[in-house]
């Protein structure tokens, strides 16, 4: 028999080397994470200009940004872009996942032929779609006349409402296969059992959905809704790329804004005041997302 | 049933049509003649196809710098995430003491924090370490992200495999490090390749902190450096569908060889806890 004393060392030796192990991982969550983002509150409280010294200004940057035009829009875009995106990409995914369902034949090549936009460089998903949007010689339009639909090429990126449109188009392209193989994921883990059984009772396969299906993917659709709000308000390469936050302020989302007032005004305060302003609402989502996939079931 | 099943097939039919039509409008241009290009009745094939967008490409652009300062990276981002995440995620989910459950909670939380508020304060980290303007800025950054995903992508992995066969070797003698390096590793082979894949996808993929930390023409990567060439003075398309065609490869090829590693990493990471 182990003494109790030998038994504690032997505890204590591994919990050490269970802190060695995840070091590395602590050093860079302080170092590259945390002490920026407490780097990112000071600054935003300061009047930081590339080149000069930072003078405390308290809540100067936020304030001033109440009252700044091109702000106001800019939040105005970042709530119709992500919106509108995480809607479409979440019914086109679940429209994806439950076709992937019932295709029993080459099932898992399909899924994956769906996912490849997902996986290449979201630049290049952008620069295609330019180039499909181009006025001229883009695909849309070439199609568009060719079929007799319009007559005058449309200027999609050159037009406030289209350019938004155009940007929300291929974020959905990229995004909506994400949702297709979560939620089909989350479909086969529910039971079969309680489809038979609704079969057996005769209940129609659109019951089947609302109060099997549905309830079932609870979780999953949450989850990935969210995740999938956080990183499409905080999108920068697709609308970057696309239309610079044009034409005129019409496209500008957030992550633009904060790269044109910090990279090319030079004004870091105003610019992470910019990228704070939604952070309470991010930082609920983050609460609710860690909170679901920490339970422990 | 069969309806139904048709009806599926269909609505796949055209997504597949959705997901294709990018593609084949980037291979479609990148084989025209620039004459082709901007003719007014516009060709759905190029008649002839023509290699000229690839040659001026390779000859007259930085695109295989890019291309090399991209798969640096990349590579490099990719080994140091695989040693980190694999020690933390391994040691978060088998090894007890204080503290494990916030730790493994904040992996979670470091994952969902955008770059967007990262990009400005990391710039001042990495100038104080003088690492501004070389690929070093980037091999430090990159782990921000793919390390706080790839280590909850193996957290999953790890709790898979039962804990007796490590228990076993240990009480056979093993060392913590030795049961973790001979047991465990070889049955995570699945995780570890799926959590290489992505950290080498998101790595290859970056564009925000490439463009921000990077300013040399020479020093840039891939993503960084097509941007550029789009806004230059005169649109290449030709030449530009050309280098997508070519940066997207690598991805599609990894992920063609190893994609069920990928949706099984995917979905176990969003799917599960």
Known sequence: MTKPSAWRRVLVADALVGYLFVLPLIVLVLGLVAYPLGNAVWISLTDKYVGYAARFVGLANYVTLTRDPIFHKVIRNSAVFTLASVAVKVVLGMLMALALQRALIARSFLRAALLVPWVIPTVITALTWHWMFNALWGFINVTLQGVGLVREPIAWLGQPATAMAAVITANIWRGFPFFGVCLLAGMQAIPRDLYEAAAVDGASPAQRFWHITLPGLRLVLLVTTLISLIFTLNDFNIVYVLTRGGPGTATHVLATYTYEVGFQALRWGKAVAVSMYPLPVIAVMIVIVTRYLTRED | ?273
């Open chain 2, 1 to 273: 049933m069969a309806g139904r099943g048709v009806l599926a097939y269909g609505f796949i039919g055209l997504l597949l049509l959705v997901v294709g039509v990018p593609f084949y409008w980037m291979v479609n241009t990148s084989l025209k003649t620039s004459a082709q290009l901007q003719s007014l009745t516009p060709y759905y094939y190029p008649s002839p196809a023509t290699l000229r967008n690839y040659a001026a490409l390779l000859g007259t652009t930085n695109f295989l710098t890019w291309i090399k300062n991209s798969a640096l990276v990349a590579v490099g981002a990719t080994l140091v995430t695989v040693v980190v995440s694999s020690l933390a995620g391994y040691s978060l989910t088998r090894i007890r003491y204080p503290g494990r459950r916030v730790l493994a909670t904040t992996v979670l939380v470091v994952y969902l924090v955008p770059p967007t508020l990262l990009f400005i304060p990391l710039y001042t980290v990495l100038k104080s370490f003088d690492l501004v303007n070389s690929l070093w800025a980037l091999l430090v950054a990159y782990p921000t992200f793919t390390v706080p995903f790839c280590t909850w992508l193996l957290m999953g992995f790890f709790r898979s495999i039962p804990r007796d066969l490590e228990e076993a070797a240990m009480v056979d003698g093993a060392t913590r490090l030795g049961a973790f390096t001979r047991v465990i590793l070889p049955l995570t082979t699945p995780g570890i390749l799926a959590a290489a894949l992505f950290a080498f996808t998101l790595a290859w993929n970056e564009f925000l902190y490439a463009l921000v930390f990077v300013h040399n023409t020479e020093l840039k990567t891939i993503p960084v450096g097509l941007n550029d060439l789009m806004f230059g003075d005169i649109f290449l398309w030709g030449e530009l569908m050309a280098a997508s065609v070519l940066t997207t490869l690598p991805v599609i090829a990894l992920y063609t060889y190893l994609q069920r590693y990928m949706v099984e990493g995917l979905t176990a990471g969003a799917v599960t806890g």
